[in-house]
């Protein structure tokens, strides 16, 4: 028989979701009619006046060329973080779940990285990778290989994805190794019995039962590399060389708090949370109708 918990007033329900209420008001609605609003005029950078320009802001931004090269970027940066952070950890969840001696070990050292914050995460990059005094540099040089991801807009992409993906692996890791735990040994055991080699009962029996999962992260990830890849893109290549690293996040924060065009970087606050929104309504209508729950 289900329970459920009834409240005999309205006012104890209404005291106990208050707090989560103003907080999302405060720090999510407030700053979003904010950024709607502002987007509408031209303040000057010392925020004594602002002339109304309507969607001018929007039209400039859609006509800019350097504006729709960064969705182009973003795209791509996206879909490459998304892709690396999720197969690598589906790949060390399925070994972590075979793994039998150390196994304690093996998996609080995969969940430490998780623990460093995406600028920290840059800054270790960024110093293994540094064209003078980089570990990882100096031995590609060993090699024949120059590496300067300064110059290089190919070794610059590289290079921000493999440092957020790496700060997003220990995530996916652990929903991956909790969904594979969670399947019956039983139905995997039936498989094997009946001569179903492990690639094949990874894809047709472990896989689809893990759907669920993997539709969670694929979500939460395309909003990880959308908003919080920040911190690495700042610190190891401030958008550069030649903008091929500037996503559409990092060009809200160049073009607002360093070119001090603020009614062009709420603008375009507006149209990433657009852009984000639309992403996530498509991948809950037509992905998860593949989701087998």
Do not use: C
Request: proline share 4%; no cysteine.
């Amino acid at each position: 028989m289900e329970k459920r918990v009834t409240f005999k007033g309205l006012w104890l329900p209404l005291a106990l979701v208050l707090p989560q209420i103003v907080i999302t008001a405060v720090f999510f609605f407030y700053p979003a009619g904010q950024a709607i609003w502002q987007s509408l005029y031209i303040p000057d950078p010392f925020g004594l006046s602002m002339q109304w320009v309507g969607l001018g802001n929007f039209e400039f931004l859609l006509s800019d060329p350097y504006y729709r090269a960064s969705f182009v970027t973003t795209a791509v940066f996206s879909v490459l973080v998304t892709v690396v952070s999720m197969g690598v950890a589906l790949y060390l969840a399925v070994l972590a779940d075979r793994l039998i001696k150390g196994s304690g070990t093996y998996r609080t050292l995969l969940i430490w990285p998780y623990a460093v914050a995406p600028a920290v995460a840059g800054v270790l990059w960024l110093f293994m990778f540094n064209t003078r005094v980089g570990v990882v540099s100096w031995y590609l040089g060993q090699l024949g290989y120059d590496w300067n991801h300064v110059l290089n807009e190919e070794e610059a992409m590289g290079l921000v994805v493999i440092a957020s993906a790496w700060g997003r692996i220990s995530y996916n890791f652990l929903f991956f190794l909790a969904g594979l735990q969670a399947i019956p040994r039983s139905v995997i055991e039936a498989a094997a019995i009946d001569g179903a080699r492990f690639w094949t009962r990874f894809r047709t029996i472990v896989f689809p039962l893990l759907s669920p999962t993997t539709f969670f992260l694929l979500v939460v990830n395309i909003v990880y590399a959308f908003f919080e890849t920040f911190g690495v893109i700042h610190t190891i290549t401030s958008g550069g060389p030649q903008q091929a690293t500037t996503i559409l996040v990092y060009k809200v924060y160049s073009d607002g708090f360093v070119g001090q065009d603020l009614g062009s970087s709420a603008a375009q606050s507006v149209i990433l949370l657009v852009v984000v929104s639309i992403l996530t309504i498509i991948q809950f209508k037509y992905i998860e109708r593949r989701v087998h729950y």
